[in-house]
T-cell receptor
Framework: DTGVSQDPRHKITKRGQNVTFRCDPI?????LYWYRQTLGQGPEFLTY????????KSRLLSDRFSAERPKGSFSTLEIQRTEQGDSAMYLC????????????FGQGTRLTVV | AQSVTQLDSQVPVFEEAPVELRCNYS??????LFWYVQYPNQGLQLLLK??????LVESINGFEAEFNKSQTSFHLRKPSVHISDTAEYFC?????????????FGTGTRLQVTL
């Protein structure tokens, strides 16, 4: 089963440090999404790629956040100068272009900023 | 803009009892509707989806949901729950526009099944 893979699963960092997360989508999926989920809430959309092009960014994605998908395969999400409010689960999902509406999620990266 | 409302944050139920998790949505365009399940410290798993056709959709583990356009609802039901159904359930939608398919989620309902 080669589902969506995220690394690391857990990250604890000190406030002000930079962190980077990686997502490997299902290989034939050209669409990749990042979501953020805080405690007691549903996931909130952050950004979306089709191949290497970043097509949409939420207003939740402040200037400290940057996402890339340089070769249209894996993606990285970087948070600079982390703040305690960045503590959350960061979820990655991918979808097949022929099955637009069905997204498959990874297990997430749980970030704790202390 | 679209939104999803899950009014029940927690639903306690005894094993083998029926359950209904409520979901209402708001959208100015046609939508696809989904239910996802999340077990502790896990990602989201698709439980079932409504894209078109029959308004009643079923999952492989006994859940079903009915799309009701007039009431803008997509409630999730199961006639007899099991301990293993204990999890967080999220209702979600995406516009039926054939382009970008980001999901808008509700705040979730925690289903707690006890003996």
């Amino acid at each position: 089963d080669t589902g969506v893979s995220q690394d690391p699963r857990h990250k604890i960092t000190k406030r002000g440090q930079n962190v980077t997360f990686r997502c490997d989508p299902i290989s034939e999926h050209n669409r990749l999404y990042w979501y953020r989920q805080t405690l007691g809430q549903g996931p909130e959309f952050l950004t979306y790629f089709q191949n290497e092009a970043q097509l949409e960014k939420s207003r939740l994605l402040s200037d400290r956040f940057s996402a890339e998908r340089p070769k249209g395969s894996f993606s990285t999400l970087e948070i600079q100068r982390t703040e305690q409010g960045d503590s959350a689960m960061y979820l990655c999902a991918s979808s097949d272009p022929d099955r637009v509406a069905e997204a498959f999620f990874g297990q997430g990266t749980r970030l704790t900023v202390v | 803009a679209q939104s999803v409302t899950q009014l029940d944050s927690q639903v306690p139920v005894f094993e083998e009892a029926p359950v209904e998790l409520r979901c209402n949505y708001s959208s100015s365009v046609s939508v696809y509707l989904f239910w996802y399940v999340q077990y502790p410290n896990q990602g989201l798993q698709l439980l079932l989806k409504y894209l078109s056709g029959s308004t009643l959709v079923e999952s492989i583990n006994g859940f079903e949901a009915e799309f009701n356009k007039s009431q803008t609802s997509f409630h999730l039901r199961k006639p007899s729950v099991h301990i293993s159904d204990t999890a967080e359930y999220f209702c979600a939608l995406t516009p039926n526009t054939g382009t970008a398919s980001k999901l808008t989620f509700g705040t979730g309902t925690r289903l707690q099944v006890t003996l």
